[in-house]
Structure formats: C-alpha cells, structure tokens
T-cell receptor, first 109, second 111 residues
Framework: LAKTTQPISMDSYEGQEVNITCSHN???????ITWYQQFPSQGPRFIIQ???TKVTNEVASLFIPADRKSSTLSLPRVSLSDTAVYYC??????????FGAGTQVVVTP | DVKVTQSSRYLVKRTGEKVFLECVQD?????MFWYRQDPGLGLRLIYF???????EKGDIPEGYSVSREKKERFSLILESASTNQTSMYLC??????????FGPGTRLLVL
C-alpha cells in the first residue's frame, strides 16, 4: 500500500481557499486517490476521489499532477463548519485503504 | 443515501467479557470493514470482508474475530475484552470502484 504524507494541521479564516497537499511517492498504477473528512465523534465521510488530472464536485476539487506522486485537495471559501480532520488515502478503491494521521483544518472567523 | 448503522453508540464492558459489535448496510455492498480509531494512531483496519462468509485480516486482527453470514451484516467479536481494546470502533461498507461509507461509530470502554 502506498504511504501518504500530509501536513499535521492547517489554519484558515472563513471565506479563504484551503489547499492540502498529500505526497504519495510510491503510488501504484491501479491506485486511486481518495479524500475523507471527519468531524469529532463521527465516522469519516467521503469527499472526493480521482485517478489523474482534476476532479471537481460540489464540495471540493482534487488536483493530481501527471506523475501522480502527490495530490492537492482544494476547499473553496471555507466556513467554520469545514473545521475537521482531512485524510488522504491511496489504494485500490475497493480494498484496503490506509488511513494516515490526517490534517487537522481549523477555520476561524 | 447509503446507510451504515452500528448497533450501539456507547458500550461499557468488563475485562474478559465477550463483546459483539454489529454493523448493517443497506446498499448491497460487497465489501465491509471494521476499523478502530485511537488518539494519535488514526484509523487502523482490523478485518474486512469482500463477500459473505469471506474475511481477511487487516493490520491489527489480534484479539478480534468477525462474522459475515449475510451480505448486509458484518459483526466484530471481542472474544475476551481487555482494557487495551477500549477504543472507537468504526464500520464501513463499499463496493468495487466505490468509496467506503462509514457508520457513526461505537465508543467501547472496557473496565
């Protein structure tokens, strides 16, 4: 399983864009990149998944360069409710996913 | 919406007791997973199942067993609970090329 490295924490103000970069140098050909969000005392929630280039949904965008050794989750115009831990995972999307420590994002007014 | 339910939100058990944690999903997913989450250690995979009656060990299977008799139900069993099994237990389900959907979690305290 490809190991991921992401910042431990990030602070932001409301209305700003937050970009979290995840490194996964040993990503395999069949691996997808998936991001989850977790609030305290709740299970993680899927945000976005991609294989290459750019993926966008109503919550976030995911940028993946051609070499796929890293990815960036972009949260546009964050609000206080976006304060959470964000996990970057790499693996075959149906199977074992390795959760790292995640990135604690704190949004303040 | 996918729904994953877990039998209890909070449980208190005594050392040596047998503990059953039940998980049910309503989306006909093939794969189901059990994780535990501890401060500073993140989520760790205990067991997963890719079909009825099939199971695979995750990263930390010691002290646990699982049962999958029906596609929608995946049970985690602590044969003899110990204090180091105090944790948040999270169940998830997912099909091929799909994401994992998590339940609300069961916070287990073993005294």
């Amino acid at each position: 399983l490809a190991k991921t490295t992401q910042p431990i924490s990030m602070d932001s103000y409301e209305g700003q864009e937050v970009n979290i970069t995840c490194s996964h140098n040993n990503i395999a050909t069949n691996d997808y990149i998936t991001w989850y969000q977790q609030f305290p005392s709740q299970g993680p929630r899927f945000i976005i998944q991609g294989y290459k280039t750019k993926v966008t949904n109503e919550v976030a965008s995911l940028f993946i360069p051609a070499d796929r050794k890293s990815s960036t989750l972009s949260l546009p115009r964050v609000s206080l409710s976006d304060t959470a831990v964000y996990y970057c995972l790499v693996g075959e999307s149906w199977g074992k996913l390795q959760f790292g420590a995640g990135t604690q994002v704190v949004v303040t007014p | 919406d996918v729904k994953v339910t877990q039998s209890s939100r909070y449980l208190v058990k005594r050392t040596g007791e047998k503990v059953f944690l039940e998980c049910v999903q309503d989306m006909d997913h093939e794969n189901m997973f059990w994780y535990r989450q501890d401060p500073g250690l993140g989520l760790r995979l205990i067991y997963f199942s890719y079909d009825v009656k099939m199971k695979e060990k995750g990263d930390i299977p010691e002290g646990y067993s699982v049962s999958r008799e029906k596609k929608e139900r995946f049970s985690l069993i602590l044969e003899s609970a110990s204090t180091n099994q105090t944790s948040m237990y999270l169940c998830a389900s997912g099909g091929r090329r799909e994401t994992q959907y998590f339940g609300p979690g069961t916070r287990l305290l073993v005294l």
